[in-house]
């Protein structure tokens, strides 16, 4: 059955959220700030919402990112997914809890596991229970460590999920890959408080500063990092979720990715140093099931962290190659 809804106003199940990044410039957005609050736990997750020009659709588009979970990274990409749509798409793009700057933000410094892996995933089905409740199908997206999350979320609700895009997936044994060795002691114990800490330095340079240290960034992801840096807590809560996901994304769930391949789409940047040779690990996994799967090799120039400077090109790239209606 397809809802009817004023396609002007956010859904019921989200929360208006006034907010502006500092220094950022007054201007009409295509999207609506939100939270969404969560009945498990005293944490909300921020909310990005792009409405659908129709107001009579059955389909909705949930994004969920990588680490760290700030969805305001993302904002160029999910524009043009909209745009590309002709605004017919409603979007939703949901932070990791913690994450986002100035929204529960003591609460990281708690207790670590209320952000954790386990939280986030709960989190998430409670989200997908929602949304279901309004929308009939379900087309959701994860990002690097967002796509494990998503794949936990099809093993809890198979039914509720139509389709699950993966795009430069790291869900097995992100510890073994070229980045995972590199980095991984920087997420160990005492390292993220201290960081964290430190960072309170970081967040307080100039903006000129800032777009001097990352002059290849554009300006409007370079204020999104230095909202971060201005968050102790989001910056804690970043790290030692990275921590678990080297200590816990450890073997593929075959048997998961096998069931589900006729829903899922993946794809993979040409090199891509948080997933190295785990990739022909996944592609073996669906060697028998390749009639089902569909796979994309990404071009050389699109890289994993595609929100920082290709955003809008890969936007369009996914438009192109995948129908999400």
């Known amino acids: 059955m397809t809802s009817t809804r004023d396609v002007r106003i956010l859904p019921d199940f989200l929360i208006p959220w006034e907010r502006k990044l500092p220094g950022q410039q007054s201007s009409e957005s295509r999207y609506l700030n939100a939270v969404f609050k969560h009945n498990r736990s005293s944490l909300s997750s921020h909310v990005l919402w792009w409405s659908s020009s129709s107001a009579s659709t059955s389909v909705l588009f949930i994004f969920i990112p990588g680490n760290p979970g700030l969805v305001d990274f993302y904002t160029p990409f999910l524009d043009t997914i909209h745009e590309k749509s002709e605004g017919r798409l409603p979007i939703l793009a949901r932070a990791h809890m913690g994450h986002t700057p100035f929204l529960d933000h003591n609460e990281a410094y708690k207790d670590r596991s209320s952000v954790g892996l386990t939280a986030q995933v709960e989190s998430i089905i409670e989200l997908i229970d929602s949304a279901k409740v309004t929308y009939q199908k379900l087309v959701m997206v994860g990002h690097s460590v967002g796509s494990w999350l998503l794949l936990q979320a099809l093993k809890a609700r198979p039914e509720a999920i139509d389709s699950v895009f993966l795009l430069f997936p790291t869900v097995t044994h992100i510890a073994r890959t070229p980045n995972g060795r590199n980095l991984s002691w920087l997420f160990c114990s005492p390292l993220p408080r201290v960081i964290s800490h430190l960072s309170v330095v970081a967040g307080i340079l100039p903006l000129r500063v800032v777009s001097y240290l990352y002059q290849h960034w554009p300006l409007p992801q370079v204020l999104v990092l230095r909202s971060l840096l201005q968050s102790p807590s989001a910056v804690y809560a ?88």
């Open 238 to 325: 970043s790290l030692t979720m990275a921590d678990e996901e080297m200590k816990t994304i450890k073997e593929a769930d075959t048997h998961l990715l096998r069931t589900h391949s006729d829903r899922i789409h993946i794809y993979f940047a040409e090199d891509d140093d948080w997933v190295g040779d785990q990739k022909e690990l996944l592609l073996g996994i669906f060697s028998e099931h390749q009639g089902n799967v569909k796979i994309v090799h990404g071009h050389r120039d699109i890289p994993h962290a595609f929100c920082i400077s290709e955003c809008i090109a890969y936007g369009a790239v996914c438009r192109r190659n995948d129908s999400y209606e």
